[in-house]
Structures are given as C-alpha cells and as structure tokens.
C-alpha cells in the first residue's frame, strides 16, 4: 500500500512550506515528461494516459495511478516489485491529449539502473503554422454522402517550409469511421500538417517524438519490431465529415509528398528521380508504424517527391528505415571535474555523417555520471554534448564508428565559457519535537525573476540538490511537482552558495533559507 500526503501549510518563515509524507525507498525508477507547445507555451486542459506493456506497473510519482500534469510536467515511477532488469526494460506509452492540439503517443522504456530519465514532449496546436510545420484545410460538399468533384488540398510552400503536401480526393468518393461504417453528411473537411524535415524542431514533431521506434511493423502482416527512421518527409492528413472522423474511403486518394532536396540515406547515399523509399503510416492511438508498401522518387519542378494512393488516413512518413532488434544501447560516460560534487542539465545530440539531427536526449548530469541511449541506427554518427544552460555551448564532440554495437563513449567536458559555482539547496529539516523529514527523489525547476519558462534544475536526492546552474546574489522562482499539485517559490535570492545548513537542529531562525520543503509549523 502506498500512502502519501500533500500539505500546503502556511508560516513565518522565509519559505513557503510542502510537507511530503513518503516512504522515499518505495519508488527509485522514474520518468518525467516535460509537454509543451511549439511555441513553448503551457498547455491548458493537457491530459495523460499510461499504456502499454507494462502500464500496470506505472505510478504516477505521487503514489496514483492517474496521472497528474500540473504546469505540463508529468513524473512517473516504477512499482518497486516490477522494477527494470538487466534482461527486461520497463516498456509503456504515454498519450497525451489537449484540447485544440494534436494528440501524441510517446513511449518510454526504462532500461536497468537508468534510475531517473527527463523527456521533453512538443504538442502541435492544430490548425497553427510553426518554423517546422505548415497547415491547410479545404471544405467540400457532399452529395448522397459523396464527392461531386475532384477535391485538391495542398500545403503552401513558405520560408520555413518550402516543401508541400498534396491530396486529391477522386468524385464519388465516400467516406468511412474506423469502424468502417459509412458516414453521412453534406459536408467534407480536409486538413494537412506537413512537416520540413531539414528543420531539427521537426524531430520533436515526429510520431512519438522521437525517431526511434518500438512498434514498427517492417513487412505486411509483420510482427511489431524496433527501429529507426531517417525521414524525408512526413505530413499527417485529417478528414471529418461534419463532427465524424474519416478514416477509410470507397476509392483510394492521391497524396504526394515532395521530399528534402538534399535528403542522404544513412550510409550517405543521396537520392533522384528513380530512387525507391519506404513509406509507413502512424496510428497516433496505438502508437504504431505499419509498412505501406514503397514510393518511387520522382521530379517535377526541380522538386523531389514521392506520389502513393491509400484508403486509410493516418500520418504519412517517407524515408529509410533502420531495424535495430539487434542494436545494444550505446554507454556514455560523462568526465566534467569542474562541477565537483555538483549538477548541470546538457543536450546529448546525435547526427550522420551529413550533420543531420538524428537524436537530442537532455540530460542532468555530474562528474562520473553514465548514461546509456538506446534506438540509434546501425550507423555511424556524430555526437555532441551542449550546456543546455548557456545557449547550448558545445562541451565535447566525438564520432561513433558503429552506434550499434553497444559501444562505449568517454565524454570529457570542458568547462563552459561562464564563470560557475556550486550552491547547494535543502529540501529537508530537521525541526524541534519532530526530528529529520526526509522526502523522496524528484525534479525540481527553476527560472530567473522575470523570465517566461521553467527548466530543469536538477533531481533532490535525500533532500539536497547541488547545482552549477544559481549564482550568489541572483533572484529565481522555483518549482516542485507532487501529483496534481505545483509548489512554486517566487522571488527567492541566493544568498550563499552553501544554503544546506541553514535550518539546525534548535528553533529556525528568520535567514532560514530551506527551498521548498517545511514540515515545522
């Protein structure tokens, strides 16, 4: 059984109070989700739902089983019973929903000692352009439920996205739900998003968001399989007739995706006219990729595409695909002395040899720390880690031979251009009559006074976070997420870069600086 209490409590001192009542040892695997929009805008309305294979065994890190998603940030735990082997990961979906965004459906696998993972989720809003996506909806009368004249859709072609989309829907065609009934109405709407795959926001943008599959079934009739995808373009294609969604049709439409023109296979290999792609569709619902055959490149206007028909509706993805069933997670080992004992978030990127952006795993990392990643292609890649903290500068570069093979990489990370410090933060007390409250490990966030959005500051652990990321003298509002609840410290100064001592062991004085955990009243 687990029990927890969430407490607001209200006091004198410096420090707006949380007591959490936990058992600390009970979760020790968790995931977070960081959702926002593509503009970075918190997501109003944002629900979660936990799938999969092992969606049994998933908490949400307050003890529910429902998740909770204040601010756009979802942490979640393993049961300690069903914790992740060495032979076994712990494999489950999340969908998330809002309203007015497209839905997605981002798995997550925990793989054994991977004690705490941060995944940065992008929500597109519907019926909205971005730098990376372009939207265009077209409305067709029906009569007798049907199409009485050939109906084309296509994307603008603009400065973010010079590529396009296009459908035609034939006369007479009819449209069906994804129960295959026939659907009644006078009226057809038709939306495309389609995506420029040369801009890297576009990988957050990607079913799943990432490039990097589970549920990928490779041949017809196949049985599900990890892989890679390396994509040369991808658009989703949307229909309703009146409130219903479409999703099958009495006659195939047309739909052609022009491609990036200086699209390479991973072995470097660039395409023409006369080349051969795959092309897979996306069930966002179950999170599936299914094979749809392949697409013969073709030119016209000195722009590359591939032209298919389908029966079906779904997001639309052309480009290589990569098993990787056999592929080993690749061991990172981060060397940073110059953060002593403390932490400071980075971006882990992997790109081809043609310094496209296959992968960007943030990370909270300390001198020592091990990481592993797993899903990257047989290939060899480049990789990066950048300060996330300070307009991503690059800290070490490095190639990999083989990325699936299981290799191991040995970052060593120069300092960053900025001066840093360490400060160290309590989240525990030790308060008169009630002795030590200890609270479990989460994230906490944190921003600078003035500032629009939150970032990861880094993990509690036994009450104390060390970080590189504050400076003496700076003011911040923090952040700390227990289920359904937020606790935020507006407007906090640091004082001093040790500001672990400053709740002892007789009454609290009024410099008492504890973060955000107060259980004396």
Not at 266 to 280: D, R
Not at 339 to 352: A, E, I, M, Y
Request: net charge neutral; with cysteine; hydrophobic share 40%.
């Amino acid at each position: 059984m687990l029990l927890t209490g969430f407490f607001f409590n209200s006091c004198k001192n410096p420090t707006d109070d949380i007591e959490i009542l936990f058992d600390a040892s009970v979760i020790k695997y968790k995931a977070s989700l960081m959702v926002n929009g593509a503009s970075g805008e918190t997501i109003p309305g944002l629900t979660a739902q936990v799938t999969g294979a092992d969606a049994a065994n998933i908490y949400d890190f307050a003890g529910t089983k429902a998740l909770f998603s204040p601010g756009g940030i979802i942490t979640m735990g393993v049961h300690y019973k069903f914790e992740p082997t060495a032979a076994k990961p712990v494999n489950f979906n999340v969908i998330l929903k809002a309203p007015g965004y497209e839905d997605a459906n981002i798995p997550v696998s925990i793989m054994n000692g991977q004690m705490t993972q941060l995944v940065r989720v992008t929500l597109l809003k519907t019926n909205q352009n971005t730098t990376a996506s372009t939207y265009a909806t077209v409305n067709a009368n029906l009569t007798g439920n049907a199409t009485t004249a050939v109906t084309t859709l296509t994307t603008a072609s603009t400065t973010d996205v010079p590529t396009t989309t296009t459908i035609t829907i034939p006369v007479g065609t009819q449209f069906k739900d994804a129960n295959n009934v026939a659907l009644t109405g006078t009226q057809l709407t038709s939306t495309i998003i389609n995506y420029d795959t040369t801009d890297p926001k576009s990988l957050g943008l990607f079913p799943g968001g990432d490039l990097s599959a589970s549920n990928v079934v490779l041949t017809t009739n196949g049985t599900p399989t990890p892989a890679f995808f390396l994509p040369a373009g991808f658009a989703s294609v949307k229909m309703f007739v009146g409130a219903s969604e479409v999703k099958n049709f009495t006659t195939p439409i047309a739909v052609s995706i022009q491609l990036d023109p200086n699209y390479k296979l991973l072995n470097g290999t660039a395409i023409a006219a006369g080349s051969t792609l795959p092309i897979f569709s996306y069930d966002v619902s179950t999170g599936q990729f299914k094979s749809e055959g392949t697409g013969t490149v073709t030119s016209a206007g000195g722009k590359l595409m591939v032209n298919f028909t389908t029966s079906h509706l779904t997001v639309f993805v052309v480009g290589e695909v990569s098993p990787t069933t056999t592929c080993k997670p690749v061991n990172i080992n981060f060397a940073a002395s110059w953060l002593n004992d403390g932490s400071r978030p980075v971006k882990v990127n992997f790109s081809t040899a043609a310094d496209v952006l296959v992968a960007s795993i943030d990370m909270v990392i300390s001198n020592g720390f091990q990481a592993t990643v797993a899903g990257l292609p047989d290939a060899g890649l480049k990789y990066s880690v950048l300060d996330a903290s300070n307009n991503n500068e690059v800290l070490a570069t490095g190639t990999v031979a083989s990325t699936c093979g299981g290799p191991t990489v040995n970052a060593s990370l120069k300092a960053p251009s900025i001066a840093i410090e360490n400060v160290t933060l309590t989240l525990n007390v030790k308060c008169p009559g009630k002795g030590t409250i200890l609270i479990p490990n989460f994230d906490i966030y944190f921003r600078p006074v003035g500032s629009t959005n939150y970032n990861i500051l880094g993990t509690a652990s036994a009450g104390l976070i060390k970080t590189t990321l504050l400076k003496r003298g700076a003011a911040y509002d923090f952040k700390a997420v227990w289920g359904n609840d937020e606790k935020i410290v507006s407007n906090r100064i640091i004082t001093d870069a040790d500001m672990s001592t400053t709740v002892g062991d007789g009454a609290l004085s009024p410099e008492n600086s504890a973060l955000l955990i107060q259980a004396c009243k």
